[in-house]
Antibody, heavy 116, light 105 residues
Framework: EVQLVQSGAEVKKAGQSLRISCKFS????????IAWVRQMPGKGLEYMGI????????RYSPTFQGQVTMTIDKAISTAYLQWSRLKASDTAIYYC?????????WGQGTLVTVSS | DIQMTQSPSTLSASVGDRVTITCRAS??????LAWYQQKPGKAPKLLIY???TLESGVPSRFSGSGSGTEFTLTISSLQPDDFATYYC?????????FGQGTKVE
């Protein structure tokens, strides 16, 4: 059974750095994209970027290019999303997901709250 | 980039109603479109992929149709558990895009 377990909620101040994680298990191959999706309070879903598990090829949506960094540590089956300088507008729930034909498996989400 | 236009944004319906949600793309997607259901405080759930393929375990009252630039999600007989927000999502070429969402209330 495929599972994605995300790290817990974070409360930060603007200008601080942050790394959240997504531990995946149960995958039988590395031919999967790990996606990060943002959902701002009361709003819809946005793809931030995708990371190919086999070779860590990373692609960013233009809105998020240069704003976040996605990485994967295959040795511990964990994907990361990190910010070097948070903004109040980064306040949102962040989901990781495994994307093949659609995103079938999702983490539970990580709430990030950034105060100004 | 591809733009996705989903309609309506809100839909009022009753149990037993037939519900239809439309998603239009600014350029052809072929069949690379998925539909999701999201309930408050929960991660989205995949319902349909490749425009019309029902995800395993999803009730057969859900169906998807369309190709190219126009797609439809239909719930044949709305059940109490179906009151939620629905999103279409294209995955033709990255950056992938979601529609704005349709809240079924």
């Amino acid at each position: 059974e495929v599972q994605l377990v995300q790290s817990g909620a974070e409360v930060k101040k603007a200008g601080q750095s942050l790394r959240i994680s997504c531990k995946f298990s149960g995958l039988t191959s590395t031919n999967h994209w790990i996606a990060w999706v943002r959902q701002m309070p009361g709003k819809g879903l946005e793809y931030m970027g995708i990371n190919f598990l086999r070779d860590s090829d990373a692609r960013y949506s233009p809105t998020f290019q240069g704003q976040v960094t996605m990485t994967i540590d295959k040795a511990i089956s964990t994907a990361y999303l990190q910010w070097s300088r948070l903004k109040a507008s980064d306040t949102a729930i962040y989901y990781c997901a495994i994307h093949g034909d659609g995103a079938k498996y999702w983490g539970q989400g990580t709430l990030v709250t950034v105060s100004s | 980039d591809i733009q996705m236009t989903q309609s309506p944004s809100t839909l009022s319906a009753s149990v037993g109603d037939r519900v239809t949600i439309t998603c239009r793309a600014s350029q052809s997607l072929g069949i690379w479109l998925a539909w999701y259901q999201q309930k408050p405080g929960k991660a989205p759930k995949l319902l349909i992929y490749k425009a019309s393929t029902l995800e395993s375990g999803v009730p057969s009252r859900f169906s998807g149709s369309g190709s190219g630039t126009e797609f439809t999600l239909t719930i044949s007989s709305l059940q109490p558990d179906d009151f939620a927000t629905y999103y279409c999502q294209e995955y033709d070429n990255f950056p992938w895009r979601f529609g704005q969402g349709t809240k079924v209330e």
